[in-house]
């Protein structure tokens, strides 16, 4: 029922955008969110998780603002999305920040792996990799069914990219390790551990858990890894850039989990300098710190 519910309000978001475009959709979002904020003890809760690490000193009536500015954000993204998939001309300006460091790596041949996180716009900045100089491949999770439509599941865009299943056969691993030494690119989200190995780090003075597969990827096939992170800096902006770059290596048995847990240190590092620029751009709904 709950889902059906969820379904029936994007529906009247997209009907809004068909009708009103991208503008429509913005209008419709305020006085929904605000209502959400404003009624729900939920949202506060879950948001609450990030914001009081994020913001250690503020007061109550400052988290319930940084509530509403947070799930505000997120909302916007979701308009994006929806418009993204719904108009076949829809699109976003914005810039590649450290292509330069991307190509270089393509160049080398032995494929490149783009660690992203659950901030920003990222699947509309996503779209936006088809013009690098090879294949794009996009290591998920993907539900067809899920109410939050992806943008290619709205019928008027074909993807930039090819889906590999995180869902299939070892985690979707075969699939990625072969692309890398195609020379191909492979994006994973790095800031959801669910299962499998994991390291643990400090993100904003707590420990969290992260998957540590990604780094023992590359390190096995040989590839570099990219920390490229998505923003949304506008009502039809948004960018890409590359927060950090570095080589996972295999030295020695003994020295394997230090080398990953310093490849992931580094890339909750990019994050959270990430989230010191756009701090309201942060979309983990959950206790990230409670794993």
């Not at 519910?5 to 429509?24: C, D, Q, R």
Request: net charge positive; with cysteine.
């Amino acid at each position: 029922m709950l889902r059906r519910l969820e379904k029936l309000g994007h529906w009247f978001f997209y009907v809004a955008m068909k009708f009103f475009g991208h503008t429509g959709g913005r209008i419709l979002l305020f006085p929904v969110v605000s209502c959400y904020v404003v009624f729900s003890r939920k949202i506060h809760a879950i948001v609450r998780y990030y914001l009081s690490r994020r913001f250690p000193e503020a007061g109550w009536l400052r988290y319930w603002y940084y509530t509403l500015k947070t799930v505000l954000s997120f909302g916007n993204v979701l308009v994006d999305r929806g418009w993204l998939g719904l108009y076949g001309d829809a699109d976003f300006t914005g810039e590649l920040y450290g292509r330069t460091t991307i190509n270089e790596f393509i160049s080398q041949g032995k494929g490149v792996v783009l660690l992203t996180a659950h901030v920003g716009n990222w699947q509309s900045a996503l779209s936006h990799l088809g013009d690098l100089p090879v294949k794009v491949n996009a290591l998920m999770q993907y539900d067809r069914e899920a109410a939050a439509q992806h943008y290619f599941d709205l019928g008027r865009r074909e993807r930039s990219f090819e889906i590999i299943d995180a869902d299939s056969s070892f985690g979707g691993m075969i699939e990625a390790a072969a692309a890398l030494q195609r020379g191909e690119v492979v994006t994973i989200m790095g800031d959801r551990y669910i299962k499998g190995p994991y390291s643990e780090v400090e993100f904003f003075g707590e420990k969290v858990r992260l998957p540590n597969s990604a780094y023992a990827l590359a390190a096995t096939v040989g590839a570099p890894v990219v920390v490229l992170l998505a923003a949304k800096t506008g009502a039809r902006s948004h960018q890409l850039k590359v927060w950090d770059s570095f080589h996972p290596e295999y030295r020695s048995r003994e020295e394997r989990d230090d080398m990953l847990r310093s490849c992931t240190r580094r890339y909750i590092k990019a994050v959270e300098d990430y989230l010191m620029v756009h701090p309201f751009q942060w979309y983990n709904f959950y206790n990230f710190w409670g794993q």
